[in-house]
Structure formats: C-alpha cells, structure tokens
Nanobody, 119 residues
Framework: QVQVVESGGGLAQAGGSLRLSCAASGSISSINTMGWYRQAPGKQRELVARVIGGGNTNYADSVKDRFTISRDNAKNTVSLQMNSLKPEDTAVYYC?????????????WGQGTQVTVSS
C-alpha cells in the first residue's frame, strides 16, 4: 500500500507566503511524477505544479513566477513554496504521486490541505 501525506497550508494574507510539503511512503519502487493540484469550491481540480521524471517541471500559468516546486527523489517528497499569495489561490491543495509498477502507472492522492488567503 502507498500513503501520500501532505503538511503545511493554513491561513495567509494576500502577498504572504506558505509552504506545502508532501511525502509518499509504503510499497514504492519508482515514482514517475509528484505534484500539486488544487480544488476551489464549485470548481474542478486543477494542476498547480508537478515534477516529472528526471526533473522537468510544469506550472499552471496562474502561479508561474510565484510558486516553486521542488522534489527530493531520495526521500520521495515534494514541496511547494507559495509566495505572493492571492485570494484566488484559496483552495484545498492535493498532493499527487504517480508510481511506476510493472510497466504501468498508478496515481495516488493525499487527503488534501486547506489554503486560505485573505484579502
């Protein structure tokens, strides 16, 4: 079994910063992708940022130049540094890990952590 656990989040003022961390543990042979998604009330879950394979990163346009994702492959962890926060960043943030097992990809989600940005 695989567990994905987030930490961090909370309340911040507009213009402030928060840091999210995520750790994957359990029966892990190889992780292909680790990243962060978010879901605001009444909206679909969307990609925030992810690190793929050897280190390529993808960011949502709305967070480019404000958020930075980093990954530690040895520890199976990923972090998201969020700066210059805006009220529209308010959402539940989910960590996602895509594992490689017997040639197939398996996705695992964390339970989510709330980020609230006040204006």
């Amino acid at each position: 079994q695989v567990q994905v656990v987030e930490s961090g989040g909370g309340l911040a003022q507009a213009g402030g910063s928060l840091r999210l961390s995520c750790a994957a543990s359990g029966s892990i042979s190889s992780i292909n992708t680790m990243g962060w998604y978010r879901q605001a009330p009444g909206k679909q879950r969307e990609l925030v940022a992810r690190v793929i394979g050897g280190g390529n990163t993808n960011y949502a346009d709305s967070v480019k130049d404000r958020f930075t994702i980093s990954r530690d492959n040895a520890k199976n962890t990923v972090s998201l540094q969020m700066n210059s926060l805006k009220p529209e960043d308010t959402a539940v943030y989910y960590c996602n890990a895509v594992l490689v097992r017997a040639g197939s990809l398996y996705g695992y989600w964390g339970q989510g952590t709330q980020v609230t940005v006040s204006s």
